[in-house]
Structure formats: structure tokens, C-alpha cells
């Protein structure tokens, strides 16, 4: 197998790809004997290339502990290939190297084109690697490609027709690392695997859902990417949104590939179209200003360098969506995400109805409803709020929290197997499952596009936040409306009482 990194020498590379490729060969899941080629436009000897990973991986890599014997084997599999995206003639360069390793390793043409470099490239790549016969193998390919996919639905559609004629859907893995995180990923084990929570998954008992993807991290050194994106195409129109298709789809007649992904799409096609002028009530768009965090000082967005100072550019996005379904129909599914918040929390919070008698437990008591809480990121857990007496307190009724941790970052000292090696491995395995099908990709960018649109044309708020909080108030209202709150939140009853008195 020759796995060819495009942007080999990128941050990507660096910081995620070449340690996952190291702990996927140490947990022995990466295919012996294998080619890796890494590709860039700078001269680089081979050694000088294996290099580089090794100091990737003693910077980047889960494990604390190197063995020199086995990382000399590893990085053996290393060859560096001058390559600029445009030059025809570097492809058929890259393409004699790639034969001359298959013919040295004796290794079948199961080809795998990991484009780790900025979007504009990957159409031109995909065409060059057709045009070039590095795509006409006696095996089978493979292409990965890191987002953004498009930057609306129009671009989206553009590029997936260049990517379709030179590979078949099945050979795309479009990469979504909050697919690989393990909670994610569970997510559709706790609905499944659990038959009480599978018969309370749906609009009889759950009275809405919340999926949270806050950070702490302002635009750092991305702002060319940041400040053309905002967080609605950065986070809404892919992770956020796969992140509520994994919790509303419903039970797979069988769990693979295919059959999630078409249960994925069914979510997707039942979501209620926001029109341009609904965006103004379902959705609440928000840019940071200074602030603290951490007891840090931290600059407002427009102070950012490389930001517009005249930035109209979202940070926060809030939305309230319907799912116009037999199962969650009536069921609001609030999200949020935004940059340089309060806490970095990644998120699902699903609130049971609350049918209970407040005069059958005692004076009229307010007894909290029950949740269920699925925390994605920094920690890995599923929790469940429920009420109990506490005998401490004259037996009043009071939340408690149940945790289920699944969190076991010790792994005797080998720390978790992160997004990226899940993905990789999924990649070389040819599983498709946690990777985003073109269908989900347009019709994420279909529902996204009135909001695009009604951003474009100002028709809405830039609501501003301070730095360190969590986003603007107008976020508040969206649940308030329906009589709700953002659970976890400190600050909310305190903006609650606030909203309720005006
Ligand atoms: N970095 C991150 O944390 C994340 C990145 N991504 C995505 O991953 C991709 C890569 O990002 P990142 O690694 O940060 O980007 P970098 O800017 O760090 O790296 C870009 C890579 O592209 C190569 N490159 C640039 N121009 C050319 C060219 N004309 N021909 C050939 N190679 C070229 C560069 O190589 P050289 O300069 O040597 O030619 C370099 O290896 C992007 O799509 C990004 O959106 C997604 C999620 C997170
Ligand atoms: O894709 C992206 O995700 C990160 C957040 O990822 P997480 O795994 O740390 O939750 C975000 O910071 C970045 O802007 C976005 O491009």
C-alpha cells in the first residue's frame, strides 16, 4: 500500500498526521510493508524529510516513551517528493517513485492521496492525479481530503463534480475530525447498545436537545482562512451538524457504512429550511470583544492581527432547529459554538420532559428535569441528572448527577488514540462510516445557505460578546422563548432572571 501526503510539510502534517501514522505502526494497525511519501515544493532529502516526522512525532506523539530501534523501522517507510500542485510534470516524477517503491516493497497499487493542503488545491490535485496515471491502478485508490469542502453550496457542488471524475463516491473520504472523536463516535453505541435509552430517544420524552462546541482559543494565526469563514462555514456547516445527524438519525436497520450514513441523510432532508427571513429568529450570530480568560487579557476579533478591522465576521453562531420528522417533530435542537468563550466544552445535553406532579413531591417543589450529558471534549463522559432526596438538606428533592466515565486517558501511560489516528486507520481499512458522504455535504450546505445569504446581506444582528463569557444574551432568549436554558452554563440563571424581568 502508498499512502501520498500533499502538504507534508504543513501544520497538519505535523501536529496530527505523522504521530497518528507513528501510533497507528507501534499499535501494529498500520499495513507492512507500506510507502509513505510526503510531498511539498521545497528540496528535501529523504533523510532530511524523515527528519522532520521523527521530530513531529517526539514533539506531537500521545506516547512519552521512543523506542530508537522501532522509530528507525518506522521512519524507513519515509520518501520525500518535490511536487508543486501545478507542475504536471513533478506528478509524473511523483508517479516513477511511487512504482519504484511498490517495485522495491513488493507492495500491491492500493494507492491513498491524503490532500492535506489549502482547499483551493484539491480540485487541481484530483485532476493531476487522473491526468498524470497515478490514478490507474491494478488496485484500488483512495482520496482524503480535509475541509473546508467548498464555501457555499455552489462551490461545494463545483468541487465535488471535479473530485467525481477522477474518483467514485466510494473512494472519498471527506474528513470531519469531530467524527473521530470517540464520544462521537459513541454516540451511536448509547443509543443502540442501551435499549432504555433507545426507547425514550425521541419526541415522547425528550423535551429538546443541546449540542454545545464552545472554546477558549480566539482566531490565533488563522484570521486569511478565520475572517472569509466565520464560525457558521468553520464549525456550524460540518461538525456541528453532524454532530446533531449522529444524535437525531435513527436506528440503522444495520450498523455499516452505508446504512448510517443514509439514516444521516434522512436527518438532514427532514430538517426544517430556514428562509432568509426566518434566519432573524432561529438564528443568533455574535463577534468577541476583549476580555479575560484564565485571568489573561485578550483582544477583541477586530484587533486580531490579520482581521478587517471593520470585520463583520461571525465568532458565534447559536441556532434552533426542527427536525420535521415523525420522531422529533416539536423537539427544538439548539447549537452553539463560538471562539474565545468561557470554556472549552464540547457537548450534547438532552433535557427529558418534566410530566411530574410538583404538589405530589412536596410544597410545590421545583424538581429539575432530568438530562442526560454527553461530554465530547477536553473530558469523555455520559452523565445522567437525576432527583433524589438528600437526607443532609430535611430530604428535599435535589438534581444528582450519575457519572459513566469513559474517560481512561492512562492507557498505561499511552494516552487515548486521538480523532486523527481513528480517521487514518478508518482510511486505510477502507471504512467509510465516520466520514462524510457528499449527500450530507450538500444538504448541509443547502440548509446553510439562506443563513449565508442573510449574513451577506446584513438582514441580521452581529450581536457582541466580551471575551471569556458565554457568547452574546440573544443566545439566552433563543431558549428562553421556548421556556428552556442552556444547561451547564454558570452564568444562566443569574441572565435569566435578567431576561425576565425586562
Ligand atoms: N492545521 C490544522 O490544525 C488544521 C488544518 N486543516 C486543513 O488541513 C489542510 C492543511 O492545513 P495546514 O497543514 O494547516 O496548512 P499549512 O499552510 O501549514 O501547510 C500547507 C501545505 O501545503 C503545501 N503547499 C502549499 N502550496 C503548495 C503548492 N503550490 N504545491 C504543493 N504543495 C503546496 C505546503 O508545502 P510547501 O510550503 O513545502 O510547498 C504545506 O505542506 C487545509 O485544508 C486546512 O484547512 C483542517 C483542520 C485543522
Ligand atoms: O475544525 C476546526 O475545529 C477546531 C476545534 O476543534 P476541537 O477538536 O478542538 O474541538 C476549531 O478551533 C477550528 O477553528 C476549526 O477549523
Known amino acids: ?29 498500520l499495513p507492512q510493508p507500506i510507502s509513505i511519501i510526503g510531498l511539498g515544493r521545497g528540496t528535501l532529502t529523504h533523510n532530511d524529510f524523515q527528519e522532520k516526522v521523527k521530530e513531529s512525532i517526539l514533539t506531537f506523539s500521545r506516547r512519552l516513551e521512543h523506542d530508537a530501534g ?15 500542485v501545478n507542475n504536471t510534470e513533478d506528478y509524473q516524477k511523483l ?17 491513498m492521496f491524503y490532500l492535506s493542503v489549502a482547499p483551493k488545491f ?16 491494478n488496485g484500488w485508490k483512495r482520496l482524503m481530503i480535509e475541509k473546508p469542502f467548498g464555501r457555499d453550496l455552489q462551490t461545494a457542488r463545483q468541487l465535488n463534480k471535479k473530485l467525481s471524475s477522477a474518483f467514485e463516491e466510494e473512494e472519498i473520504f471527506r474528513i470531519d475530525h469531530y467524527l473521530g472523536k470517540p464520544m462521537v463516535q459513541n454516540l451511536e453505541a448509547l443509543e443502540f447498545a442501551n435499549p432504555v435509552l433507545q426507547s425514550i430517544w425521541n419526541r415522547e420524552h425528550i423535551a429538546n436537545v443541546q449540542i454545545t462546541a464552545s472554546e477558549t482559543v480566539g482566531v490565533e494565526t488563522r484570521a486569511g482562512y478565520y475572517d472569509q469563514a466565520g464560525a457558521i462555514r468553520d464549525m456550524v456547516q460540518n461538525h456541528m451538524l453532524q454532530m446533531l445527524m449522529m444524535t437525531a438519525m435513527n436506528l440503522p436497520k444495520k450498523i455499516n457504512a452505508s446504512e448510517i450514513r443514509n439514516e444521516k441523510r434522512k436527518v438532514m432532508e427532514a430538517l426544517r429550511p430556514v428562509t432568509k427571513e426566518d434566519v432573524q429568529t432561529q438564528i443568533v450570530r455574535g463577534q468577541y470583544l476583549s476580555g479575560e480568560i484564565n485571568g489573561q487579557k485578550v483582544p477583541g476579533y477586530k484587533d486580531e492581527p490579520g482581521v478587517d478591522p471593520s470585520s463583520n465576521t461571525d465568532t458565534f453562531v447559536a441556532a434552533r432547529i426542527w427536525i420535521d420528522n415523525p420522531f422529533w417533530s416539536g423537539v427544538p435542537f439548539y447549537i452553539r ?25 412536596n410544597d410545590n417543589q421545583k424538581v429539575e428535569p432530568n438530562l442526560l450529558i454527553i461530554e465530547i471534549s477536553p473530558g469523555e463522559n455520559v452523565s445522567l441528572q437525576l432527583n433524589s432526596k438528600n ?13 459513566f466515565s469513559c474517560e481512561d486517558s492512562s492507557r498505561n501511560g499511552l494516552g487515548v488514540p486521538e480523532a486523527y489516528e481513528r480517521l ?12 462524510a458522504h457528499w449527500k450530507e455535504v ?44 442552556w444547561w451547564l452554563d454558570e452564568k444562566v440563571e443569574e441572565n435569566k432572571e435578567k431576561v425576565l424581568q425586562k
Not at 522501532?70 to 517528493?81: H, I, K, S, T, V
Not at 516513477?96 to 494507492?111: F, G, P, S, T
Not at 445557505?449 to 443566545?475: R, V, W
Open 1 to 29: 500500500m502508498t499512502f501520498v501526503l500533499f502538504g507534508a510539510t504543513g501544520d497538519l502534517a505535523k501536529r496530527k498526521i505523522f504521530p497518528a501514522l507513528y501510533n497507528l505502526y507501534l499499535d501494529q494497525k
Open 70 to 84: 522501532e522509530m528507525g523501522d518506522f521512519l524507513e517507510a519515509f520518501r520525500y517528493n518535490t511536487l508543486d
Open 95 to 111: 508517479l516513477q517513485l511511487v512504482k519504484q517503491r511498490e517495485a522495491e516493497l513488493q507492495i500491491k497499487e492500493n494507492r
Open 122 to 137: 484539491f480540485d487541481i490535485i484530483a485532476l493531476n492525479i487522473r491526468d498524470s496515471g497515478l490514478g490507474a491502478t
Open 337 to 361: 459554538t463560538g471562539k474565545r468563550m468561557k470554556e472549552k466544552s464540547t457537548r450534547i445535553v438532552i433535557e427529558f420532559k418534566n410530566s411530574l406532579d410538583l404538589h405530589y413531591i
Open 391 to 403: 437526607p443532609m438538606n430535611n430530604g428535599k428533592i435535589e438534581p444528582v448527577r450519575i457519572n
Open 424 to 435: 487514518i486507520y478508518d482510511f486505510l481499512i477502507g471504512n467509510s462510516t465516520f466520514f
Open 442 to 485: 450538500e444538504l448541509s450546505w443547502e440548509w446553510v445557505q439562506p443563513i449565508l445569504d442573510a449574513f451577506e446581506e446584513n438582514l441580521l444582528p452581529l450581536h457582541e460578546y466580551s471575551s471569556g463569557t458565554y457568547g452574546p444574551d440573544a443566545a439566552n432568549t433563543l431558549l428562553l422563548e421556548n421556556g428552556f436554558k
